[in-house]
């Protein structure tokens, strides 16, 4: 009997914490209120893209299902924590043809975060990255990039991710791409649009590029 309890205890605390990540999850994927909408919530619009360059050639809709299994995701946390216990996922959408095109934003506090990208049927070949190497379907995640959002922008945009790329020679079926650099570019100009049609309520856009991994010591 004791050690049914024990079980149970264990189970019901598993779903308590995959129901406050879900509830973190989708606060982060929410778009916040206007500022003028008196909610007082203190979420701000985090604004990115991600860019696979493939050769000379980018893939298209990096947030999409692929045939070949190949899809990104986000893992986004407090600069300093462990993110391996989180739950990856898609971030939200400005609009469809912006995120087809690999834009996306996160809804966060003020406050330092850490910015990682986990890919399917990917590795990421940089210092720092995790490769779990599962036979069907293999998985990576970059190392985390640093980003802060101001108290004083409601509209952030931290940069564009890009991911230097080639298909793997004698590699498993499985493994589609392997990625060996990670820069931030700096596409303020075409964030500046999307903030201008599909996040204007949230009024001007500001800029403070997230730090990549390969910055830091």
């Given at each position: 009997?004791?050690?049914?309890?024990t079980?149970?205890?264990?189970?019901?605390a598993?779903?308590?914490?995959?129901?406050c990540?879900?509830?973190?999850?989708?606060q982060?994927?929410t778009?916040p209120?206007?500022p003028?909408?008196?909610?007082?919530d203190?979420r701000?619009?985090?604004l990115?893209?991600?860019?696979?360059?493939v050769g000379?050639?980018?893939?298209e809709d990096?947030?999409?299902v692929?045939?070949s299994?190949?899809?990104?995701?986000?893992?986004?946390?407090?600069?300093g924590?462990?993110?391996?216990?989180?739950h990856?996922?898609?971030?939200?959408?400005?609009?469809?043809?912006?995120?087809d095109n690999g834009?996306g934003?996160v809804?966060?506090p003020?406050?330092?975060y850490?910015?990682?990208?986990?890919?399917?049927?990917m590795r990421?070949a940089?210092?720092?990255?995790?490769?779990?190497?599962?036979e069907a379907?293999p998985?990576?995640r970059t190392?985390p990039a640093?980003?802060?959002?101001?108290a004083d922008?409601?509209l952030?945009y931290i940069?564009?991710?890009a991911f230097a790329?080639h298909?793997?020679?004698?590699?498993?079926?499985?493994l589609?791409l392997e990625?060996k650099?990670?820069e931030v570019?700096?596409?303020?100009?075409?964030?500046q649009?999307i903030a201008q049609?599909?996040l204007a309520k949230y009024?001007p856009?500001?800029?403070?590029?997230?730090t990549?991994?390969?910055?830091?010591?």
């Open positions: 009997m004791i050690g049914l309890r079980a149970l205890t264990v189970v019901l598993a779903m308590v914490t995959m129901g990540a879900d509830k973190g999850i989708k982060m994927t778009r209120k206007p003028d909408g008196g909610s007082g203190e701000r619009v985090v990115f893209r991600a860019v696979i360059d000379e050639e980018a893939m990096p947030w999409g692929h045939w299994g190949l899809r990104l995701f986000t893992v986004v946390g407090p600069a924590a462990k993110l391996a216990s989180l990856s996922f898609l971030p939200g959408r400005p609009d469809a043809a912006s995120s834009w934003f809804a966060l003020p406050g330092e850490q910015l990682v990208f986990e890919g399917n049927a990421f940089m210092p720092g990255a995790q490769f779990y190497g599962l379907l998985v990576a190392p640093l980003f802060t959002v101001p922008a409601n952030l940069g564009t991710f790329c298909e793997p020679m004698g590699a498993p079926e499985s589609k990625c650099t990670l570019r700096d596409e303020a100009k075409a964030a649009q049609t599909a009024g856009l500001q800029e403070a590029l997230a990549p991994p390969q910055a830091r010591p």
